[in-house]
């Protein structure tokens, strides 16, 4: 069976044993050596010597795609030969590598990978720092979440274009004017750094394969941008060990009616379509909703990672047209339908009577109506828009001929009134915010701004 032996050759100094003696090997044991390219300064020690060598510099100016070069790249390798191939860096790529294995095994071939290191671990310790590989990532392959408080390395800051990817990419989460490392290789085939700002990563002169960017750890305090860690943190910070007293001392129970107030706020902003208001507001909300998690967390029972979980996970199940395979889920309101289902049997609601009492009882009691009345209504109950007619008509009709009307009349009226909007398709709490609303800029048109309370109501 004959070998493929991929050799990472990361920088000169720091090349492995084991592939140093792969590679000048080649020759006695009648392998052939591929290089993925001759034009790098750390393959000098190669193109240097007597070693005969190959390479894939054709096929790296000639491939349409990655796609198509992965697989010219493998077709070239599995050859029938023992076969080196010297990689920069720490080595290939997933993409490629699966494409030479995949080749490899339908010809009777073995893949063989050797240890190595690679561009961020040289460039680090030319400028000092440990390299833990915690936080190292491609330029093109950075994940959304990043941790400020650790050492940031990104490789392979190959273009212009590419640069300036990353810094966008990176002035989400620290100061534009933040100091940054930016190491390349000289001619030589070493490693040097120079100290720039953030802004300044795509006005450089020389980018490469090997160029490395490294971002040391940040403080929290420091920071000009945040994400949803920075929230978690700062509430952390704010009923821990010399945080406020007054966050300290909140409690759910202390808590309910800023969790309302912050809602309806939120609500406000939309309504008036303020989007400065929106941003604002949307942030106090995220705000209670960290804070209720945190006071969990405190007590060990769970915490705002697994309020999230929760949140995904239900989302995912209750998705199975996106996430899964179910089909003929087409339209909104085909989902609607679909949730509702899929919300009776995840919570085990098999009667009417368990789908009623499912509905909060903190909702406003013309949210609640509505909800209620719209349940019963997919479940078949039958509401008739004549008999709900009739009924109002005979209660105004009471009012009219001066009768006392109790507390259970006014309820039904105001029931009967919340049928009416359900069966006309009308949110009746936007119905009545909308007439209140417009209620409010009569008078002000009007110009009544005080009422005259003591000749309305003087005895």
């Known amino acids: 069976m004959t070998t493929i032996t991929i050799a990472p050759?990361?920088?000169?100094?720091?090349?492995?044993?084991?592939?140093?003696?792969a590679i000048f090997s080649t020759d006695s044991n009648n392998a052939r050596l591929i290089l993925q390219?001759?034009?790098?300064?750390?393959?000098?020690?190669?193109?240097?010597?007597?070693?005969?060598?190959?390479?894939?510099?054709?096929?790296?100016?000639?491939?349409?795609?990655?796609?198509?070069?992965?697989?010219?790249?493998?077709?070239?390798?599995?050859?029938?030969?023992?076969?080196?191939y010297a990689v920069l860096g720490r080595g290939i790529g997933e993409a490629q590598l699966q494409k030479i294995k995949e080749l490899a095994e339908k010809n009777n071939t073995n893949v063989k990978v050797l240890a190595s290191s690679g561009f961020a671990?040289?460039?680090?310790?030319?400028?000092?720092?440990?390299?833990?590989?915690?936080?190292?990532?491609?330029?093109?392959?950075?994940?959304?979440?990043?941790?400020?408080?650790?050492?940031?390395?990104i490789e392979e800051i190959d273009t212009a274009l590419r640069a300036s990817e990353v810094k966008l990419k990176l002035m989400e989460y620290y100061p534009e004017a933040c100091d940054c490392i930016l190491s390349n290789i000289d001619d030589g085939g070493d490693y040097s750094h120079k100290v720039i700002k953030l802004?300044?990563?795509?006005?450089?002169?020389?980018?490469?394969?090997?160029?490395?960017?490294?971002?040391?750890?940040?403080?929290?305090?420091?920071l000009t941008r945040h994400g949803f860690e920075g929230v978690i943190e700062i509430m952390r910070k704010l009923r821990g060990k010399n945080g406020c007293p007054w966050d300290i001392c909140q409690t759910h129970e202390t808590l309910?009616?800023?969790?309302?107030?912050?809602?309806?706020?939120?609500?406000?902003?939309?309504?008036?379509?303020?989007?400065?208001?929106?941003?604002?507001?949307?942030?106090?909300?995220?705000l209670q909703v960290v804070f209720h998690a945190q006071i969990e967390a405190e007590k060990s029972n769970f915490t705002m990672r697994d309020v999230c979980t929760e949140l995904v996970k239900k989302l995912i199940y209750r998705h199975p047209h996106v996430f899964g395979d179910v089909k003929g889920i087409e339209n909104a309101s085909d989902v609607l339908v679909a949730w509702e289902e899929l919300k009776k049997s995840e919570k085990h609601l098999?009667?009417?009577?368990?789908?009623?009492?499912?509905?909060?009882?903190?909702?406003?009691?013309?949210?609640?109506?509505?909800?209620?009345?719209?349940?019963?209504?997919?479940?078949?109950?039958?509401?008739?828009?004549?008999r709900t007619a009739n009924a109002i008509a005979e209660i105004a009709s009471a009012i009219n001929e001066g009768k006392q009307i109790s507390d259970k009349d006014l309820g039904d009226l105001l029931f009967n009134a919340v049928t009416i909007a359900l069966l006309n398709s009308i949110d009746p709490e936007i119905a009545l915010y909308e007439t209140t609303e417009?209620?409010?800029?009569?008078?002000?048109?009007k110009k009544l701004r005080h009422f005259p309370y003591e000749k309305r109501f003087s005895k």
């Open 9 to 21: 050759i990361a920088v000169k100094n720091s090349i492995t044993k084991e592939a140093y003696d």
């Open 256 to 286: 309910k009616t800023p969790l309302i107030e912050e809602a309806y706020e939120v609500l406000d902003a939309i309504n008036e379509n303020d989007d400065a208001a929106l941003l604002e507001e949307l942030g106090d909300l995220l």
């Open 438 to 445: 417009s209620y409010i800029k009569a008078v002000l048109n």
């Open 121 to 153: 671990e040289s460039a680090c310790a030319e400028a000092g720092i440990m390299f833990s590989g915690g936080q190292n990532y491609k330029a093109n392959s950075i994940p959304e979440n990043i941790d400020v408080y650790s050492n940031l390395i």
């Open 350 to 386: 098999n009667s009417l009577e368990e789908v009623l009492s499912a509905v909060p009882k903190s909702f406003p009691s013309l949210t609640r109506c509505y909800k209620v009345q719209k349940k019963s209504m997919q479940a078949g109950e039958e509401f008739s828009l004549e």
């Open 199 to 222: 802004y300044e990563l795509d006005r450089q002169k020389t980018y490469g394969a090997d160029t490395v960017l490294i971002v040391k750890p940040f403080e929290f305090i420091k």
């Open 37 to 84: 390219t001759k034009h790098h300064p750390t393959v000098k020690f190669i193109t240097e010597s007597d070693l005969k060598y190959e390479t894939l510099d054709d096929l790296y100016e000639n491939s349409a795609d990655f796609d198509e070069l992965n697989s010219r790249i493998a077709e070239r390798l599995v050859c029938g030969k023992d076969v080196v």
